[in-house]
Nanobody, 121 residues
Framework: DVQLQASGGGLVQAGGSLNLSCAAS????????VGWFRQAPGKGREGVSC????????FYVDSVKGRFTISRDNAKKMVYLQMNNLNPEDTAVYYC??????????????WGQGTLVTVSS
């Protein structure tokens, strides 16, 4: 089974930091770009970041540039999202998934369970 299990969410005050992790299994992780998506209450899904299969190119939605950093460890089949200077607008369920970047960040067909990030003002 394909699994992408996100973890590391929680409650944090505005200006704080969180580091999300995603453990992948059931597919050839190092062959795929992987990234993070989020869905805020009452809103649609948004592509946050995507990193290529080698880990040497990363893409970010404008709203998180300079605050979030994506990374991956192919040996461990892990992808990470370091989130700094969080604000209430970052509150959402965060998912990891395979991804592509074409005029935006789009999910592939491999998804995982999300982790809730709540930022209080």
């Amino acid at each position: 089974d394909v699994q992408l299990q996100a973890s590391g969410g929680g409650l944090v005050q505005a200006g704080g930091s969180l580091n999300l992790s995603c453990a992948a299994s059931g597919f050839t992780f190092e062959d795929f770009s992987v990234g993070w998506f989020r869905q805020a209450p009452g809103k649609g899904r948004e592509g946050v970041s995507c990193i290529n299969f080698r880990g040497d190119h990363a893409f970010y939605v404008d709203s998180v540039k300079g605050r979030f950093t994506i990374s991956r460890d192919n040996a461990k089949k892990m992808v990470y999202l370091q989130m700094n200077n969080l604000n209430p607008e970052d509150t959402a369920v965060y998912y990891c998934a395979t991804c592509t970047v074409v005029d935006g960040i789009w999910p592939g067909d491999r998804w995982g369970q999300g982790t809730l990030v709540t930022v209080s003002s």
